[in-house]
């Protein structure tokens, strides 16, 4: 019986040992860049004709992974594939799926820095926050593993006299597994495995601007002695093979994480029963944010600047969780701004190599445009760039960590999801204003704020309209241990992670044994 679930501890790099561990890493990794990686369907490695190029955003004309794009008769073969895979592994033991977890995990454990470092080049993660990444992967195997014995066994269950009941989780069928690129290990790997310790079988098609870290991670199940067909490694265009696979009959679930207007047109299309189709399919959306820090007049200042500046900039503003929106009360209003300031000024961009960048370049040139464009709008709006604001896509697709203060509630730089370092600041009257502003909006996934009133946070906590709130920190997404996700346009309420994850990945069967003969 394994030991109780917990969380895989950081990396701390300021120990050399560690630090030249990862240089070892990023120096193995970076003399197999450039290399072409198969699609893999029913086990089988297939080339196509049309090629898809992983780039490095720091460092645009290294290639990273060339990938197989697939064509549709292939994405319908992989939902073939995976249909035929799901006659055999749903039958598999639950004990045996939790076991190749946990060997999963252990395999991860083993390469930790060298899946950190493939992260490095494939989307500019520092050194922290690749490994954190990689850390909550194992998490998500460890997690699930445990919480897939516990399904496993006996559930409670009220008794009638007489009769003899009890309920099984039962997998659903095959699942389109639809990762974004901001957590290109940990939520794809964790949608991967929910999905398969659960008796699912699935189509992995990862994103287009992460597929190498997910081969690494798929060559892991491989390795661990996954069934081929279990898991299809599948990349293409999302427009062409993500709809695909979302419309084929025998698609019984997606388990979709990204942005609000891929999340919505995947429900809409899933929604649809095509010919041949026995079931309503089932999907699981997390989707963008707006998350707000409310600063109150009595906070403690400094941390509530060093809250603000962690949770906008961190992942260079990438993270659905990341704070695009301070709101600060007018009594502090300068005060604060001066902080975020001064916090932010220090913070480097460079190379995500380095080991003391603090941010580096950003995704893609489209996201390096948009998000130019974001800080364009912000200053039309009447916006101050108080640090920051300029960027050069010379090299990589760097933009500074850029704060604009005194963007007016409603400005599109205060409603729409920016995705990149840019933080709002907000002049709020006073607390009750604070909160209505930091509630009109049509995401609700995280927020936080800073108070030194039990009273202040206690409201916050009842009335804040997200997902996951915390009380004078950052705006935190959550690990693989605790319900995460959100409400209004941020998901369709389901909580991936946490102790109901699981339940996402499977429906109830009662058994009911009669034991009284004259009651047929
Ligand atoms: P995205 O919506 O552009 O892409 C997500 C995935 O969908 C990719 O794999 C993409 O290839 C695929 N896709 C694109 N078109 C498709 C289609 N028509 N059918 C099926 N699949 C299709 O998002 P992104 O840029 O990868 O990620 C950033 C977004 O993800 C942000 O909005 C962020 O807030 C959100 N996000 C949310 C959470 C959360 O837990 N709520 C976590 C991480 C990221």
Not at 336 to 362: F, Q
Not at 393 to 401: D, L, M, V
Request: charged fraction near 25%; glycine fraction near 10%.
């Amino acid at each position: 019986m394994p030991t109780e679930f917990r969380n895989e501890s950081f990396t701390d790099f300021s120990k050399e040992e560690n630090a030249q561990a990862m240089r070892n890493a990023l120096e193995k990794v970076g003399a197999e860049l450039g290399r072409e990686y198969p699609l893999v369907i029913g086990g089988e490695r297939i080339a196509s004709d049309s090629k898809l190029d992983s780039i490095n955003p720091a460092n645009r004309t290294q290639l990273v992974g060339r990938f197989n794009k697939a064509t549709k008769e292939l994405a319908n073969r992989a939902v073939e594939e995976a249909y035929k895979a799901f006659q055999t592994w749903r039958n598999t033991p639950a004990q045996d799926r939790a076991a190749l977890l946990f060997r999963v995990a252990e395999i991860m454990r083993e390469r930790r820095h060298e899946l950190s470092a493939w992260m490095i080049y494939e989307v500019a993660k520092t050194w922290p926050e690749a490994d954190g990444d990689t850390a909550e992967a194992i998490d998500f195997c460890e997690f699930y593993a445990r919480e897939m014995l516990r399904y496993a066994g006996e559930q409670p269950l009220y008794q009638v006299a007489g009769e003899e009941s009890e309920l099984e989780y039962i997998p659903l069928g095959v699942g389109a597994v639809i990762p974004p690129w901001n957590f290109p290990l940990a939520i794809m790997a964790g949608m991967t495995v929910a999905s398969v310790v659960t008796g699912n079988t699935v189509v992995l098609k990862p994103s287009s601007d992460a597929p190498t870290i997910a081969f690494k991670f798929f060559e892991i199940l491989e390795e661990a002695g996954l069934p081929p067909g279990v898991v299809n490694f599948m990349t293409g265009s999302g427009a062409e093979v993500g709809d695909v696979v979302v419309d084929h009959p025998k698609t019984r679930y997606v388990a979709f994480t990204g942005s609000k207007e891929i999340g919505l047109r995947i429900n809409e299309r899933a929604a649809k029963v095509h010919e041949g189709q026995v079931w309503i399919k089932r999907v699981v959306a997390e989707m963008g944010g707006k998350d707000a820090i409310i600063v109150a007049d009595d906070a403690n200042l400094d941390d509530a600047a060093t809250g603000v500046v962690q949770s906008a900039f961190g992942f260079q503003g990438q993270k659905c969780s990341a704070c695009s929106r301070a709101i600060i009360d007018a009594k502090v209003y300068d005060e604060m701004v001066e902080k975020i300031v001064d916090r932010t000024a220090k913070l480097k961009l460079a190379d995500p190599t380095d080991a003391s960048t603090n941010l580096s370049a950003v995704i893609n040139e489209k996201a390096f445009k948009t998000i130019n464009s974001y800080i364009e709008k912000g200053k039309s709006e009447g916006g101050r760039v108080v640090v920051g604001g300029g960027s050069d896509g010379e090299q990589g697709f760097f933009i500074e960590p850029t704060v604009i203060a005194d963007v007016k509630p409603g400005d599109t730089i205060e409603q729409e999801e920016i995705f990149g370092p840019v933080l709002a600041v907000i002049k709020a009257e006073n607390y009750n204003d604070a909160l209505k502003i930091a509630n009109d909006t049509q995401y609700g996934l995280t927020g936080a704020i800073h108070t030194t009133s039990l009273h202040r946070a206690q409201e916050f906590i009842t009335r804040y309209q997200g997902g996951l709130v915390s009380i004078n920190g950052a705006t935190y997404g959550s690990g693989p241990h605790m319900p995460f996700g959100g409400v209004k346009n941020s998901g369709n309420g389901f909580r991936e992670p946490g102790t109901e994850a699981l339940d996402v990945y499977t429906e109830l069967k009662t058994v009911v044994i009669n034991h009284n003969p004259e009651r047929v």
